[in-house]
């Protein structure tokens, strides 16, 4: 049982190498534009994405099937930038139904786009977890699979 834990553990550790390496990156990077609120970058994580399986001896498997990471809305802007042809100018629109309104909106900031701030590849080097990943996952898997051909040749 617990060498079907293992992989949850691989990559919940991975996810915390993350984690700090993208925490750092956005207080270095950022570090004057930050705000403690809920919606903050300090608030940027990884999290581990499991996919568990029915194995044919009845347990369950965890695999992992990759790390997300989290952030508000803006990190992900700053991260890729924006094309100044996709800003949208402001304007008003007017609606039918259920009765006719008429209501005004807003251009988006930065009508002439933003250049791209990859701080999240930078994280991500950085971090060292891919390369974690790439050792532990194959001996992990590896070993599960030695275990499963054992245990089906001792049934037979």
Do not use: N, W
């Not at 970058?41 to 990471?69: C, E, F, N, P, W």
Request: some cysteine.
């Amino acid at each position: 049982q617990c060498i079907m834990e293992r992989e949850k553990e691989i990559g919940k550790k991975a996810a915390i190498l993350l984690r700090g390496s993208l925490q750092g990156e956005v207080s270095t990077r950022f570090g004057g534009h930050l705000s403690g609120g809920k919606a903050s970058l300090q608030a940027a994580t990884a999290v581990a994405r499991m996919r568990y399986s029915k194995r044919a001896d009845g347990t369950k498997q965890a695999y992992l099937k990759g790390i997300a990471i989290k952030m508000p809305r803006h990190g992900f802007i700053q991260h890729y930038g924006i094309e100044a042809s996709r800003v949208r100018a402001g304007g008003t629109r007017t609606r039918e139904k259920p009765k006719q309104t008429t209501y005004f909106f807003r251009a988006h900031l930065y009508s002439k786009g933003m250049k791209e701030k990859p701080f999240i590849d930078q994280a991500i080097e950085a971090s060292e977890a891919v390369a974690y990943l790439a050792e532990e996952l194959p001996k992990q898997r590896g070993e599960e699979l030695l275990i499963f051909i054992k245990q089906q040749l001792e049934k037979q």
